[in-house]
């Protein structure tokens, strides 16, 4: 049977999902079939959404595992080591190779998904990111900041996560975030900044964040990164969209364009609230949104 192709249904106006995960965390990776492909596609369909991006981490591929585990070691803290190690082990289960290959057989059937990644930020060592990324046929590659040194404050499931964030004042981990993601942009390895503002995620954030807002639209605009504005922090406690909406119109005042996405790491929420994520960007004065292909940006009217 021939997949139903995203985009046969009648439209509601242009929005992209371009942040998808194939599997939930704290479960295995699995190869990825055509089947799960077009179920992703038919649902974005439903919810008006033209094309989808594959952006699966890239700490689940062995191939990451070899060039960069240890990247923890640094941390001061072993607890947060300990724990960094047992996360990475939990999710290093896949293959690179056969991810991008099932990806690429998909499109090869007319599926309209593109090849992506979300990667991580290596503190010092985005360099070796970059080498093991060459040579792949991407369309767009996310980057994301997950971890402070070797705290992954956003695995809220986790204790040891959890009591950090009492060990630490709002102000210490909105500046080490926001160093971490002023390198990633930097770095000029990825396309698109992912949930910008994600040390909200807990719902615990900084009375007046204006000072970081205007590092991270600076970040974004001077590296010639797109922002993504992402459903998923409406399933978070910080129970708003990224980014916040004054961080969304420092991004619009620097014309910094955007992507949209539902970070979803199952098909229930594959294109979760597009169309409340297009009234955001209608309502922060986007005319457009942020395309790619081949790493290569393009400009979609909303
Ligand atoms: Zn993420
Ligand atoms: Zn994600």
Redesign the pocket.
């Known amino acids: 049977m021939r997949p139903a192709a995203c985009g046969r249904r009648r439209t509601i106006g242009t929005v992209l999902d371009y ?1 998808l995960h194939l599997w939930p965390h704290g479960t295995r990776a699995s190869q990825p079939t055509l089947e799960q492909l077009a179920a992703y596609c038919e649902r974005a369909a439903r919810a008006g959404v033209t094309e989808i991006a594959l952006t699966e ?1 890239l700490f689940r591929f062995r191939q990451a595992d070899a060039a960069l585990r240890g990247w923890w070691d640094d941390d001061p803290d072993p607890a947060l080591r300990v724990q960094m190690a047992g996360y990475w082990d939990e999710h290093v289960s896949a293959d690179l190779d056969d991810y991008v290959d099932a990806v690429l057989e998909a499109k090869t059937a007319g599926l309209p998904v593109l090849l992506g990644l ?1 990667v ?1 930020h290596y503190a010092g060592r985005m360099g070796e990111v970059e080498r093991l990324l060459a040579g792949y046929p991407f369309d767009v590659l ?1 980057g ?1 900041v ?1 971890w402070i040194g070797a705290w992954g404050f ?1 695995i809220l499931e986790n204790p040891i996560v959890m009591s950090e964030w009492d060990n630490r004042s709002l102000e210490s981990i909105w500046d080490g975030y926001t160093e971490a993601l002023e390198e990633l942009a930097d770095s000029g390895v990825c396309d698109v900044l ?2 910008p503002d ?1 040390p909200k995620v807990s719902g615990r954030r900084p009375a007046v964040p204006d000072e970081w807002y205007e590092r991270m639209a600076e970040a974004a605009a001077s590296s010639g990164m797109a922002a993504e504005v992402s459903s ?1 922090g409406w399933r978070k406690p910080a129970a708003e969209a990224y980014p916040a909406p004054a961080l969304l119109a420092r991004f619009r005042k620097r014309d910094v364009p955007i992507t949209t996405a539902s ?1 979803a790491h199952e098909l229930p929420d594959v294109a979760a609230r597009a169309a409340d994520l297009r009234v955001l960007l209608t309502d922060a004065g986007y005319e457009s949104l942020a395309g790619f292909r081949t790493r290569r940006r393009y400009a979609l009217a909303l």
Do not use: V
Request: proline share 0%; charged share 30%; net charge negative.
């Open positions: 942040h981490h979300e991580d996310l994301s997950h956003d992912a949930h994600l998923a970070d």
